[in-house]
């Protein structure tokens, strides 16, 4: 008795739908099948579990659908129906197409088997086969290949047929029409076309040439068919890992990046049996098992043994073809024969094994650490959103500390100042009413540094003069003067950068000084010793520059002034820098510190994505 196959049945019409799905379960019990006439909706049932797809007649868009089905189930057998394969309205035993979706699942090699296949494939199964074709339709002459198994028997027999008695009629009318271009044209044409082999679906190319002339009375081209079903295949795997890459990277654990990984190695890359390891401590534990895999499919080991371990010291990718005893492979089970070894960048690594030698190759290989790359990107953006998070609830925590335990008592002691100035007029006042001012900035640029953290609001188109020239007038310049020359417009969190942009001229400003008197903003120069102030576009137009007129920054402590805590001027907080470069980090761009025109300090801000 067979086993339940369910199929789905794309057809050319709703009628067509109907017939087929009910003809197709009185000819074999066994057959589950779910029709639809429309192609959109076929590729979006096929999330569900099918054993084989049909594509039925009369359908236009043949080959596209084709191309989307394998796309979407890369695995999945795929039976291309003729017009006379459904009898309508009989319930015949003998309808070719049932026996076709029977030995076209029951043939469907296992995984392993498959994969012997697979690499056949890949190397070109077939080699190229040429005819003379009139400009009826009609073979004239078997060129090459004549011992071809395209020729579907006896190649004599073939000259004085027409192509659409050797080929499905989707095919055959798409070459003739080629034929046609070729002789009115005179150039070459090319077709690309699947045929149903019985070991499965293959993808060939026509080039279709203008004949030289042979004395008859009728026009001929040369058709050269060559196998591209590895190149193919390959382009279909390739863009089937890219678009499963999203979906791995918007896992929201590390645990589902895993499983996703394992699911795409089963259905993508039909490694049967394949398993994802992540370090935790000294040890190497299975996150994720394929559902192919066996019960002791993968099991914990030490940071050091076998080959998943040798992967993840070294991280490096290895191939073993056959495992002996006497290796250091250190199997899960005994019946591995061979396997493949990836490492997940620091985080673990990804094994795919074969009960038979030979299992895998280089390409293998190839395409396993794209996936795995995919993977790595994921934990990595993970497991920073989880230490940022930690992080975050340790500033909000520090945040509130600052915001009601210190602020109270200091509100108490300003207070407290202000009825003393009231009684008495002491020495002490003054120096004492500045610490408190230094304490109440201090507490202010720690709530900023806290609660704004390394995150960002939403990013919208912003004009940047417009935000430094916002900046420049919300601080205190001493009249410093500033010349403005960009007119770009950037994407960032308008209120981020102006506290970026707020800090940096506020950092000018301590650290070079100035005069009281109060300066034009478009200024570009400074004199009687202002200092200038200049906001531009750097040369190669990915970002901005912040350049000062002051006393610049040693290259030694280009990077310890972004420190928190770090100041070199009496009073200053030491925080304002520190801002800067989590805002900075926060949106994805970079910044460092170069010397200005004038001999301070030229801060670069790179990475920046503009609005066109």
Not at 3 to 21: D, F, K, N, P
Not at 193 to 206: Q, R, V
């Amino acid at each position: 008795m067979h086993s339940q196959v369910r199929v789905l049945y794309v057809a050319g019409s709703a009628t067509a739908a109907e017939t087929a799905s009910q003809t197709l379960e009185e000819t074999d019990p066994d057959l589950v099948v779910e029709a639809t006439a429309d192609g959109d909706a076929a590729l979006e049932l096929l999330t569900n579990r099918f054993d084989c797809v049909v594509l039925g007649p009369p359908r236009a868009n043949a080959t596209e659908l084709l191309d989307s089905v394998r796309e979407r189930a890369p695995a999945l057998p795929v039976v291309l129906a003729a017009d006379g394969d459904i009898p309508a309205g009989t319930g015949d035993p003998d309808a070719p197409l049932a026996e076709r979706i029977r030995t076209a699942v029951d043939t469907a090699p296992a995984r392993t088997a498959s994969r012997r296949n697979r690499a056949q494939r890949r190397s070109g199964a077939f080699a190229d086969i040429a005819f003379y074709i009139d400009e009826t339709g009609e073979y004239r002459d078997i060129v090459a290949g004549g011992d071809s198994p395209l020729l579907y028997g006896d190649p004599e027999t073939i000259v004085g047929e027409q192509i659409h008695e050797r080929l499905p009629t989707d095919t055959a009318e798409r070459i003739h029409r080629a034929i046609e271009r070729t002789l009115d044209t005179g150039k070459l044409q090319t077709v690309e076309y699947p045929l149903e082999m019985e070991s499965g679906l293959w993808w060939f190319e026509a080039r279709l040439t203008p004949a030289e002339p042979t004395g008859t009375d009728s026009q001929q081209v040369l058709l050269v068919a060559r196998d591209i079903t590895g190149q193919r295949e390959h382009e279909r795997t390739l863009k089937s890992l890219h678009g499963m890459a999203t979906t791995i990277q918007t896992a929201e654990t590390v645990e589902r990046a895993c499983e996703l990984t394992v699911t795409a190695a089963a259905d993508i890359l039909e490694f049967e049996m394949c398993s994802v390891l992540i370090r935790e401590g000294d040890q190497l534990v299975p996150y994720a098992v394929s559902e192919g895999a066996q019960p002791d499919g993968a099991r914990t080991v030490d940071i050091e043994e076998g080959l998943a371990g040798k992967t993840f010291e070294t991280g490096e990718s290895y191939v073993v073809d056959e495992v002996r005893p006497d290796d250091d492979t250190s199997p899960a089970f005994e019946a591995i024969e061979s396997g493949l070894s990836v490492p997940i960048g620091e985080h673990g690594v990804f094994q795919a094994v074969s009960t038979e030698q030979g299992g895998f190759d280089e390409e293998d290989i190839t395409l396993a650490e794209l996936l795995v790359s995919h993977t790595t990107t994921a934990i990595d953006r993970i497991e920073r959103e989880d230490a940022l998070t930690r992080k975050t609830e340790r500033l909000e925590e520090f945040a509130s500390f600052v915001s009601h335990d210190l602020r109270n008592p200091l509100n108490v002691a300003t207070l407290r100042l202000e009825l003393l100035q009231q009684d008495c007029n002491s020495p002490h006042i003054g120096p004492l009413s500045d610490a408190l001012d230094r304490m109440e900035r201090l507490i202010d640029e720690l709530l900023t540094l806290a609660r704004q953290g390394e995150t960002i609001g939403n990013t919208e188109p912003v004009p940047l003069a417009e935000v430094v020239h916002r900046a420049w007038s919300n601080v205190e310049t001493n009249g410093a003067t500033l010349s403005c020359e960009t007119d770009r417009t950037l994407y960032a969190d308008r209120n981020r950068l102006t506290a970026v942009l707020e800090n940096l001229v506020r950092n000018a400003v301590e650290h070079a000084g100035g005069s009281s008197q109060t300066a034009p903003e478009d200024a570009v120069e400074h004199d009687n010793g202002r200092m200038s102030v200049t906001v531009g576009d750097l040369p190669d137009g990915r970002g901005f520059y912040f350049a000062d007129g002051g006393e610049g920054i040693p290259e030694s402590a280009r990077e310890e002034v972004f420190e928190s805590g770090y100041s070199t001027v009496e009073g200053g907080t030491g925080f304002g820098l520190a801002i800067v470069r989590d805002i900075v980090d926060a949106h994805g761009w970079s910044i460092s510190i170069a010397d200005s025109e004038d001999g301070g300090a030229r801060f670069e801000v790179d990475g920046v994505e503009f609005a066109e």
